[in-house]
Structures are given as structure tokens and as C-alpha cells.
């Protein structure tokens, strides 16, 4: 089944212990694209500049993404450019020039209304609920957001929580929202405000996804995904999106949502974060096939699987 | 096939969010041994004081553990005060006092002469080197080391790590000994300077196992085991000892040592650990029986297990 996902299209700047890239095709709903690519159709609700090429859609529509739904608006594209040190856990932010994203207006196409799957890649809370409330036919909805929303917008991310099924963000973004330093009772806070499952990204350490009581009538203990220990991250711009868009997309593919499926879905949102790192931007999203994918989930699943 | 220990036996002042304790019986070779006694048959070697009474060494023997290699010296107990804030992964050192610690020179029975396996708990490297010299007929070596030795004594702690099989640390104490921010690349680095493992405690996030090339004939993939979400972790101290007490415990319950044994150890290990930071100083790692160890191993098992 397909999955839309709206949220940011960008050109970057990154410079990592590994070297630097100038724009670079990027931004979350990019990331997320690409990898959902490699298991569902996926469609893409965005806004670009006249800086963006053709060359820079055929990234998309090689890979068989539909990009009707991205807008061209007078102006240029988002640009962010930001840099890592040793610590490739977190960036830090050179500049943020918003350009036309700034007056993003989401606009869906008419033949995007029936898609059965949707992701609402970190844009204003406002902006993600009212996309939810235009989809009707939505099966499952994902979300992520970021410190900035959840310091300035709380009330507005509230009302979000209450329209996302299954919400993925990292280890201080859950403890920020909870108030609460403890990973696993913020996780139980951040679950009664709203979704059915909460994704917690542990970057190396991988992922962990706990469950409302009831949620998707599968019981509420919670599963973890392994992440690879990786000798040479190059670039790690992108893997949180990489990641939703392999547990998003697989889970998609599935059609249906059971623990066993969320469990895979874990994993190879760990797989498609793993790829994204290895090189710059998105260029190792380009260039995957299924078969690559599958046998890294392999080496994910013997990572931690007992006999 | 029996396991000694070698290492500290100390009075606790522990203050966490959850409570506080005083003169708890602790001390990293304590905790190791009560742990390991759920698997095989534990001999101590440390030293104590005046105020060790025959109701602390009942802690010890009533597990069946064999306390003859513990030194009664004319003192007091090494002491240790220590608290934690909301961080539960960092104690913050309120007092340490040596005491009879202070001049440890580690004295094995000639009954202990036969064990075949052994642990170094954290003491001087100079100390740990010269116990496995003399003890010819140890199969597998396990050993642990601090901040502390890695900044006052590399040379030392280099010729320590030649003589361990198995050296199980943190993420921060194997950056600093490789000098190398890159976790599984200073996995790597501290594998080259000798041991055949490399067991990683990453916390709340479980651990990793690394492998120099063909050490125990068993190729050089990694292997990762979850650790358990906790919503009350009411004292960590000792989290670390018990790890490596159900680690070295389960191995020499199994007397061979091969990828499988290695991989279920690092579940024993994060087990020992779960169970030891839910009550205070060792009170829960007294009270335990092999059935609850082994259904929380499945409930580790199930935690990343794929079908």
C-alpha cells in the first residue's frame, strides 16, 4: 500500500570529521522518501525553489516516487548547512536559511487522498494536524517533531500526539515532552497523550518501541532493534528520517499492522539509518537495491538473535 | 567448573532518587560473586576489616560461595559513599576511604590454584597481572579496570590487557584507553593490544560483544543483547559487577567457551544487572533462584527476538 509524506525537501550543507558536501539534496521528507522507496510507493508533499532542478526531482522519480505533490514557489529552496564533531551524535547548526519553506502551506493533491499510509516528517505541529484531518482515509499515521516545537508549541504538539498512531523521536525529545528523566516512564507519559506506539531512536544504540496498553490489540511490552556498530560513519544527516522512512515503508508493504510486523519494521528502519550514514547526503539512499537491504536485515536480526 | 574472583568487598553509603542505604554490605567482587552463584561455584579472594562480621560473610556463604580467600586484616573496611541525581548512569563520589584496601596484595589459597576461571575486578592492573601468573591453570580471564588506571597507569593497565581473555568496560572507559571517539573503531584498538573480547556495558542501551579475528575459532561479528527497560531503577551501583557475574558465571557453568556461550553470557549478563539495580546495594541479588533468572532471560530473549 502507498504512504505520503510531507514535510521538508532541503539543500545542505555538511561538514563531518569524514569530509564536507555542498548542496546536497536533503531534507527530511527526502531522507524518508528514498527510504521508503525500496518497499512501498510513496508520495511526497512538499515545497521547493526555482533553485530545484530536474536533475534533483529524477533523484525522486528514479526510484519511482511520485512528486506531483511537491510545490514549486518563487523564491529558493530551504537551505540548512551544520557540521559534526567527534561526537557524530549531534549536529551542530551552521545556518538555517527557511526561504520558501517558511510560508509551507501543505497542499494534497486530489490523487494523493486516498493513500493508506501517512508520515508527517517534522514540520509545524499545526501544520501536521490539519494534513491528518484532510487524509480521511488514512490507516496509520507516523510523526516525528523536534526541541524547538516541543519548547515553543507545546499545545499545538499536544493536539498532534492525538492524531499520530505511532510517534518517532529520540531519547531527549521523549524525556523533554514527559518531563520525566527516566526513559521508560517517559515513554508511558508520552504514550497517554495520544499515540498507540511510541519509536524511541537511541542513534548507535538502536531503537525501542514501546506500546499503549490495547494498542493494535498486541499486548503492551515493548521490542528493540539493534543498531550496527559502523567503524566509519561518514555523514549521519538523515538517518532519523532514513529510519522512519524503512520502518514506515515496510510497515506499509505489510499492509497490515501486527507486533510481528513492527518488530521487522524496527529493524529495517535500523537498516536504511545504517545505509544513510555511510555516505554523504542521500547518495547511498540512491543507489540500494531490496536484495542489499534484505541482507543487511540479516546481519541486523544474527546481531542479536540467540538460537 | 569453578570461578574466582578477585577484588573489592566494601560498606556502602548510597543515596539515589529512590532512597537512600548505609554500611551496605557492597564492593565489586560482592556483587560479582552473589551474581555468579546462581550458575556455578564462586571463590573470593579480598580483604576486610574488624567490622566484616560473620553475618556479612553469611551473605556470601548461604549462596554457597567460598569465602576462605577472604583476608581479615586489622582495620576497617574499605568504605565508599557515593549518591546519583536523575543521571542513573553516573554515581557522584561523596567519600572513599581505603582502609585495609589500601594495602590489598591478593593472597590465593593453593585450594583455589585449580580454578578455571577467573575474574580481575577492578583493582591495580600491577595486581590483576600478578594474580593470573599465578594461576597456571586458568582456562579464561575476565577483567575490568576504571578511569583511574587508564589515566595513572597505561603501562600497567597495557600488560594487563595482555594477560586477559574477556575485558569487560564502558563506552568511555574503551574510548579512553583507544584514544579514539569511534566506538567499534576503539573496540578495535583495544583488541590489538590484547584481549580476545571485548565486552561493551552500554547502561540502560545493553552491550556488545567484540571479537578479535579468530579468537576462539569463532570469526570476529559482533554480537549485541538488549538491556531491559526499567521504569524503577532504585540503585545502579553494582550494575557493572553483576553484569560481569552473570557474564563469566554463565561461561563457566558451560565449561567450553564458543559463539553461542558468549552470546547467551551477554544476556546473563544484562539479567544479573537488571536484577541487582532494582533494590538497593545487594539485597535482590540475594534473594533470587535460577527460575526467575531464566524466565527473565526469555523475557530478554523476547525483547529482540525475531521469528
Redesign the interface.
Known amino acids: 500500500m502507498s504512504i505520503l509524506v510531507v514535510g521538508s525537501v532541503a539543500f545542505d550543507n555538511i561538514a563531518t570529521p569524514s569530509g564536507r558536501a555542498e548542496n546536497v539534496l536533503g531534507g527530511a521528507a527526502t531522507y524518508f522518501a528514498l527510504a521508503a522507496s525500496y518497499f512501498t510507493s510513496v508520495r511526497v508533499v512538499a515545497v521547493v525553489g526555482d533553485d530545484f532542478t530536474a536533475g534533483h526531482e529524477y533523484v525522486m522519480t528514479k526510484r519511482g516516487i511520485d512528486t506531483r505533490g511537491i510545490e514549486r514557489a518563487t523564491g529558493k529552496t530551504f537551505r540548512w548547512g551544520g557540521h559534526y564533531t567527534?561526537?557524530?551524535n549531534e549536529a551542530k547548526t551552521d545556518f538555517t536559511e527557511l526561504n520558501v519553506f517558511e510560508q509551507f502551506q501543505p497542499k494534497i493533491p486530489k490523487e494523493y487522498l486516498d493513500t493508506e499510509f501517512l508520515f508527517l516528517a517534522n514540520i509545524h505541529p499545526t501544520l501536521q494536524t490539519s494534513v491528518r484531518q484532510e487524509m480521511n482515509g488514512v490507516r496509520m499515521t507516523g510523526g516525528d517533531t523536534m526541541n524547538y516545537w516541543i519548547n515553543k508549541t507545546p499545545r499545538e504538539l499536544a493536539e498532534m500526539l492525538r492524531i499520530v498512531n505511532v510517534l518517532l523521536i529520540n531519547d531527549t525529545e521523549t524525556k523533554m515532552i514527559a518531563h520525566e528523566?527516566?526513559?521508560?516512564?517517559a515513554?508511558?507519559k508520552v504514550l497517554a497523550m495520544g499515540p498507540q506506539a511510541l519509536v524511541i531512536k537511541?542513534g548507535?544504540?538502536?531503537a525501542?518501541i514501546?506500546f499503549r496498553q490495547g494498542a493494535f490489540g498486541i499486548g503492551h511490552?515493548?521490542?528493540?532493534?539493534?543498531s550496527l556498530?559502523?567503524?566509519?560513519?561518514r555523514d549521519p544527516t538523515g538517518a532519523g528520517d532514513s529510519f522512519a522512512g524503512g520502518f514506515m515503508g515496510y510497515i506499509a508493504s505489510q499492509g497490515e499492522v501486527n507486533r510481528?510486523v513492527l518488530?521487522?519494521a524496527l529493524?529495517y528502519g535500523g537498516v536504511m539509518g545504517s545505509f544513510a550514514v555511510e555516505r554523504f547526503g542521500t547518495e547511498r539512499l540512491q543507489s540500494l537495491d531490496r536484495d542489499e537491504i534484505d541482507a543487511r536485515f540479516q546481519?541486523f536480526?544474527?546481531?542479536?538473535?540467540?538460537?
Open positions: 567527534d561526537n557524530l528523566s527516566n526513559l521508560p516512564r515513554a508511558q537511541h548507535e544504540y538502536g525501542t514501546f511490552h515493548p521490542f528493540r532493534a539493534p556498530p559502523i567503524e566509519e560513519v510481528e518488530k521487522r529493524f546481519v536480526r544474527e546481531l542479536t538473535h540467540l538460537e
